[in-house]
């Protein structure tokens, strides 16, 4: 645990490529070359807007009714809360490690290696889970469309080896092609939105999806989990930070221009959505047919060509998410790796790249282990693998997100670095109450996030506690563990 110095933090020694004491110079990420359009780009293709509006929004819907909007807008202001501590502590740190970096200059490197724990159980889980839902997705086009009726384990497996060549080949392939496929999923929904609003749908353009009292209802608990996964992924903006141009600079607006983007164009498409239908029936309507809600909708509106090219884009959406996924995981083991969390191989790059070759192809060896392990065992790739792992993923995540707004509040109660109360305490401490809130809906409503399930999907949440618990007690034996995070 660090101690309280009793003058501010000085800056640490430039980074030598994350070498441990007595270990050869290794290469490292190639600095300066993200802007904040491309870290922005990573940031919406992990939150899938495409898989996440036809994924996620009928279950909102089906909980709220027409508040839906509202409701992503409210999980927006969350993020926005927790940004601002958030950006105030980008400014004193620069590291690879996500959220992991800022913890453990908060708590120390013991409990930072707790949530190095949580992060790894996270992200593994949350990819092999899409990948899952990828598989089904991905074999109901090609059958329906091609009428290649091949298992939907063919697709995946081959999808999983697509994305792993491109992560382990370097990020500058993998943003050409996430800059096509995100922008084609967003020019795919803004033509149906301005169909809606032109033609303006059942409810005639109605303002009645932002009204605050249409919050009030039983299901807003629900809707706002939902919601609040939709922003999956936000933790791009500080992964890529070592390879942004002028970090203290571009790291603050991709957070905030990410935040604005994602809950302006859920708010957006979604009140088009709710005026198509109707604020009396959207309820109904989503939870009558939530995997065919969105293409009945843009049939209606605009025409079958449109509803088939959102069917071929939802899986695309799924290639561009796990790309940003992998990419960002990747980088992960690469900081744990150099702070001697990992095996040091993983804190390696290519030394012409400056890609985490090896820690991205090992995300993509062990996410084949996984998958290959629920396939062999005959899991239904949705009740079981998607959602179990799914749920799982989401509430480690949400520990980690905790665990990182009260490193914020500790960070600058402990070095004086910024006095602004609003930015150091209030913020956070906002933040903190908000996702803990969050948490409690999560765990509360568990069977909900498994689809109705429970009975020994409810026991792995057993191993949230387990991974911490395991992090915490290796970072106990090995005091050389050093998360090298660049106070400024």
Same mark, same amino acid.
């Given at each position: ?39 922005? #780009? ?10 996440? +509006? ?9 909980? +709220? ?6 409701? %992503? ?29 800022? +913890?453990? $200059? ?25 990948? *899952?839902? #990828?598989?089904? #997705? ?25 994305? @792993?060549?491109?992560?382990?080949? /370097? ?46 209802? =039983? ?21 890529? *930070? ?7 600079? @571009?790291? =603050? ?9 994602? /809950?302006? !164009? ?8 709710? &005026? ?41 959406? #799924? ?6 996924? $992998?990419?960002?995981?990747?980088? %992960?083991? %690469? ?7 990992? =095996?040091?191989?993983? /804190? ?5 790249? /400056? ?25 239904? =790739? +949705?009740?079981?693998? !998607? ?32 006095? &602004? ?18 948490? %409690?809906?999560?765990?509360? &409503? ?6 109705? $399930? ?27 563990? &050093? ?6």
């Amino acid at each position: 645990m660090p101690t309280t110095p009793s003058h501010p933090a000085q800056p640490s020694p430039p980074y030598d490529g994350g070498a441990l004491a007595g270990d050869p110079p290794r290469a490292g990420l190639k600095p300066g070359r993200l802007g904040v359009g491309a870290i922005v #780009f990573f940031v919406v293709a992990a939150v899938a807007p495409m898989a996440a +509006i036809v994924g996620a929004s009928p279950v909102v819907f089906s909980a +709220i009714g027409v508040a839906a909007p509202a409701t %992503y807008l409210l999980a927006a202001l969350l993020f926005v809360v927790f940004a601002v501590g958030y950006v105030a502590m980008s400014r004193h740190i620069t590291n690879a490690g996500g959220f992991v970096a800022y +913890i453990a $200059q908060g708590f120390g490197a013991r409990v930072a290696t707790a949530a190095a724990g949580l992060a790894i159980l996270a992200y593994t889980t949350l990819q092999a889970a899409l990948w *899952s839902q #990828f598989s089904v #997705f991905a074999h109901d086009l090609a059958a329906d469309k091609l009428g290649l009726d091949l298992p939907g384990a063919v697709w995946m497996f081959a999808g999983l080896a697509l994305v @792993t060549a491109l992560t382990v080949r /370097g990020v500058d392939v993998s943003l050409k092609v996430l800059g096509l496929l995100v922008l084609c999923e967003v020019a795919a929904f803004v033509v149906l939105d301005l169909a809606v609003i032109v033609g303006g749908g059942v409810s005639g353009n109605s303002l009645a999806a932002f009204d605050p009292s249409a919050l009030a209802a =039983p299901g807003l608990g629900i809707a706002f989990l939902f919601c609040i996964t939709c922003f999956t992924g936000f933790e791009a903006t500080v992964v890529f *930070s070592e390879e942004a141009k002028d970090p203290h600079r @571009t790291i =603050p607006r991709a957070v905030y221009y990410s935040i604005a983007f994602i /809950g302006l !164009f859920y708010a957006l498409t979604t009140w088009a959505l709710g &005026n198509s239908v109707g604020a009396d029936g959207v309820a109904e309507a989503a939870a009558a047919d939530p995997a065919g809600f969105v293409f009945a909708i843009a049939e209606h509106e605009v025409g079958s060509w449109l509803a088939t090219t959102m069917e071929i884009l939802v899986v695309t959406s #799924f290639i561009a998410m796990l790309i940003g996924f $992998q990419n960002m995981f990747a980088r %992960y083991l %690469y900081a744990l790796g150099r702070a001697g969390v990992l =095996p040091h191989r993983l /804190g390696t790059a290519h030394p012409k790249t /400056g890609t985490p070759a090896t820690a991205a192809l090992v995300v993509g060896i062990g996410l084949a282990a996984i998958l290959a392990g629920f396939t062999l065992a005959g899991a239904d =790739p +949705i009740t079981v693998t !998607f959602s179990w792992l799914l749920s799982l993923g989401t509430v480690s995540l949400i520990a980690i997100l905790i665990l990182t707004s009260a490193s914020i509040i500790a960070f600058f109660g402990r070095t004086r670095l910024e006095t &602004n109360v609003w930015k150091t305490r209030v913020a956070p401490g906002v933040a903190l109450l908000g996702f803990a809130v969050v948490a %409690y809906l999560a765990v509360t &409503n568990y069977d909900v996030l498994l689809g109705g $399930q429970g009975g020994i999907a409810r026991w792995l949440l057993l191993l949230i506690p387990l991974c911490a618990a395991l992090g915490f007690t290796w970072a106990s034996i090995r005091p050389g563990i &050093n998360y090298q995070a660049e106070l400024v």
